[in-house]
Nanobody, 124 residues
Framework: QVQLVESGGGLVQAGGSLKLSCAAS????????LGWFRQAPGKEREFVAA????????VLADSVKGRFTISRDNAKNMMYLQMDSLKPEDTAVYYC?????????????????WGQGTQVTVSS
């Protein structure tokens, strides 16, 4: 198993940037596919981005493509989400997640471990 802790959330103006971090511990992070999800109040959890074990493959939701970048540093047991050109619609609690499976990208229900979330608020 692995423990995940997100950080880097905060309040930013529309058009601004923010970088989220996800620190993993418990097992070698390179064995997991990793992903970012978000959930706004009253809405269901939404897929944002995913990255394969080695970092060689990434998938981004259409709503964030061209604005967000997912990356990982396995030597540091870290994953990142660089968010640029932020919009008020990006306001949500952002969660990192880990998948023990082999296939990539994984379906959202296949993610095995989740962090506690970090709040991102984008003002207009």
């Amino acid at each position: 198993q692995v423990q995940l802790v997100e950080s880097g959330g905060g309040l930013v103006q529309a058009g601004g940037s923010l970088k989220l971090s996800c620190a993993a511990s418990g097992r070698t992070v390179s064995i997991y596919h990793l992903g970012w999800f978000r959930q706004a109040p009253g809405k269901e959890r939404e897929f944002v981005a995913a990255i394969s074990r080695s970092g060689g493959s990434t998938v981004l939701a259409d709503s964030v493509k061209g604005r967000f970048t997912i990356s990982r540093d396995n030597a540091k047991n870290m994953m990142y989400l660089q968010m640029d050109s932020l919009k008020p619609e990006d306001t949500a609690v952002y969660y990192c997640a880990a998948d023990e499976g082999v296939l990539f990208p994984a379906r959202s229900q296949n993610y095995d471990y989740w962090g506690q979330g970090t709040q991102v608020t984008v003002s207009s």
